[in-house]
């Protein structure tokens, strides 16, 4: 059995972690891990003969007579365990980032300002999860001076569980949403699964960065001892909007403006905390301004789309009530004349669902849309009983997209990942 410094020394030899036997390259760690679809160890003599170093199983029969077999007692705890024994080699702050909505956006924001004074490691993508933690700290390197973790969660104890692995140093919830009812089982249950992040810091002795703006957070952070508080308006780690449309404009300290290219007044708190953690972490105001001013979002989340004849909002990326609430009432208040809202499915909601669609849609249907319509089988039931029109998927609703006068439209395009709203225009 191969103890966890043991597998290190091999790590350092071959610090290339793979867990996707379609992505070997010559030289990295294979570690063969067991999923619900997949397992890993089905794949492990492929990996070696397509080049891996050595391949990390838990399969003690595959493993007889395999010198590049290196043998644990379970591979994902080895993963994670690896990244635990790893962390603690590196003296650099640990920036953990969680919360019900915009915790990519925010981690790719405060990347930007902090990259711009120093070598900065952060999760790629969404790698947010038991997996992605690990093998995000395991791309950490000596030349690393802070990393930047973001941690999902759908459950109780999710984020307790990725703290010990990452053993983060400082840490921040953007907010407390209705996200992952169905997990959590209600909005008491986000509370609790979010705040474990503060209640590491506190056991810890890290450094929580809370956003007073938002709802719960100082509460629920009371136990940490060492908190930097930030918020919308004067004062030490605070800033101001300028101008809500076409982007947001901001400024602080306060000669300094910000001209982004994020849209939505509820993308303010993802640029406020960035701007707060920049100016904790001593970057110059000059390289926040230009940090954010560069930064453009991607990846279905808040991006301005300009099509031949209409205006695109695509924020399909993820939703749930408290960001698709965010997302209709900064709509609502956009120039345009002719504004379309499609609205997709909010997945994760359980026994809630049915209720926060009808919500949801009530508050929609106020705002007075040129067209509203929606999609997917949640917000069918809803959607009849209010008299709005309604498509099942995505290719049904393009039959109708495609048909339209779109002419000096805007339309808002927002649903959870699983309804693949983005579609309507991919093509």
């Known amino acids: 059995m191969t103890e966890i410094q043991n597998l290190y020394e091999y790590y350092l030899r071959y610090p290339q972690i793979c867990i996707d036997s379609r992505k070997v390259e010559a030289g990295v760690l294979f570690f063969a891990l067991k999923g619900d679809r997949f397992d890993g160890h089905d794949f ?28 644990v007692e379970d591979t994902l705890t080895a993963l994670q365990d690896l990244a635990t024994f790893h962390r603690r080699k590196l003296a650099v702050p640990v920036l953990a980032i969680t919360g019900s909505n915009g915790k990519t956006t925010t981690k790719e924001l405060v990347a930007a300002v902090l990259q711009a004074r120093y070598p900065v490691l952060a999760t790629f993508g969404n790698f947010n999860n038991h997996i992605g933690v690990p093998l995000t700290l395991l791309k950490a390197r000596p030349e690393h001076e802070i990393l930047i973790i973001e941690m999902g969660a759908n459950h109780v104890g999710e984020i307790a569980a990725l703290c010990r692995i990452a053993e983060p140093s400082h840490g921040l919830i953007t907010n407390i949403g209705k996200a992952h009812l169905e997990g959590f ?27 007073q703006d938002e709802d719960f957070l100082e509460a629920l952070s009371d ?31 306060p000669d300094n403006r910000i001209q982004t290219h994020l849209i939505g007044i509820y993308n303010f708190p993802n640029i406020l905390t960035a701007i707060a953690i920049g100016q904790y972490f001593k970057v110059k105001d000059t390289q926040i301004v230009e940090a954010i001013s560069n930064y453009i ?28 609430t965010r997302a209709i009432q900064a709509f609502a208040e956009r120039p345009e004349k002719r504004k379309w809202a499609i609205l997709g499915d909010m997945l994760e909601l359980g026994i809630y669902s049915e209720s926060e ?19 997917g089988p949640a917000f069918r039931n809803a959607a009849l009983t209010a008299g709005i029109p309604h498509f099942m998927d995505v290719h049904a ?31």
């Open 223 to 253: 136990a940490v001892e060492k908190r930097v508080f930030y918020a919308g308006g004067t004062g030490k780690f605070a800033a101001t909007v300028v101008r809500e449309s076409p982007f947001l404009e901001v400024s602080f300290d």
């Open 44 to 71: 492990a003599g492929k990996a070696l003969e397509d080049g891996a170093a050595f391949a990390v199983v838990q399969d003690a029969q595959l493993a007889e007579g395999n010198d590049q077999m290196l043998l």
């Open 185 to 211: 089982g209600g909005i008491e249950g986000v509370k609790k699964g979010k705040s474990e992040l503060y209640q590491y810091l506190a056991n810890s002795n890290g450094i929580a960065f809370v956003n």
């Open 297 to 324: 979002p991607n990846n279905n989340r808040s991006q301005l789309i300009q099509l031949a004849d209409c205006l695109v909002i695509l924020d399909a990326y993820n939703a749930n009530p408290t960001s698709m």
């Open 397 to 427: 609703l393009k039959i109708w997209w495609d048909a339209q006068d779109r002419t000096s439209v805007c339309a808002l395009l927002k649903a959870s990942r699983g309804i693949r709203l983005e579609q309507l225009i991919n093509s």
């Open 357 to 375: 669609h009808k919500a949801l849609l009530k508050l929609a249907k106020a705002q007075g849309f040129e067209q509203l319509i929606t999609v």
